[in-house]
């Protein structure tokens, strides 16, 4: 608590109270000074109240834009994801209409393709 206050010897009044707690640098001495006098401890509570306040508003911002964010990576994901399910989809009709094309059976081609029987005949439609 080396302060420009304590240099001086000035008697003990509310108004150095309040200008050794306006003064404080550290949440020790703001606690210190605060004792000091009932209305100096309403305004550090006060404070304290407004900190706890601001801290929690902050976290909440913060966790909203984690959820945003979140939001658009699995928005962008999806979106990744099906344009290239379109592609995989396409390459694979393109694929099956080929070997049909060849004269190869619906059930052959599934079976050289992966896909179900089904599946290649609703291609084929």
């Known amino acids: 608590m080396h302060t420009k206050l304590n240099r001086y010897d000035y008697p003990k009044t509310v108004l150095l109270n309040w200008a050794q707690f306006f003064n404080a640098e550290t949440r020790e001495e703001l606690e210190m000074f605060a004792k000091s006098?009932?209305?100096?401890?309403?305004?550090?509570?006060?404070?304290?109240?407004?900190?706890?306040?601001?801290?929690?508003r902050l976290e909440y911002e913060e966790r909203e834009k984690a959820l945003r964010d979140r939001s658009i990576l699995i928005i962008t994901g999806m979106e990744e994801g099906i344009k290239?399910?379109?592609k995989e989809?396409?390459?694979l009709a393109?694929?099956?209409?080929?070997?049909?094309?060849?004269?190869?059976?619906?059930?052959?081609?599934?079976?050289?393709?992966g896909v179900s029987v089904e599946e290649v005949k609703e291609i084929l439609e």
């Open 37 to 56: 006098d009932r209305y100096v401890q309403k305004a550090y509570d006060k404070l304290v109240d407004i900190s706890a306040d601001e801290q929690k």
């Open 89 to 91: 989809g396409l390459k």
């Open 84 to 86: 290239q399910g379109k």
């Open 94 to 113: 393109r694929e099956i209409l080929r070997l049909y094309r060849a004269g190869i059976s619906p059930e052959q081609i599934a079976k050289e393709c």
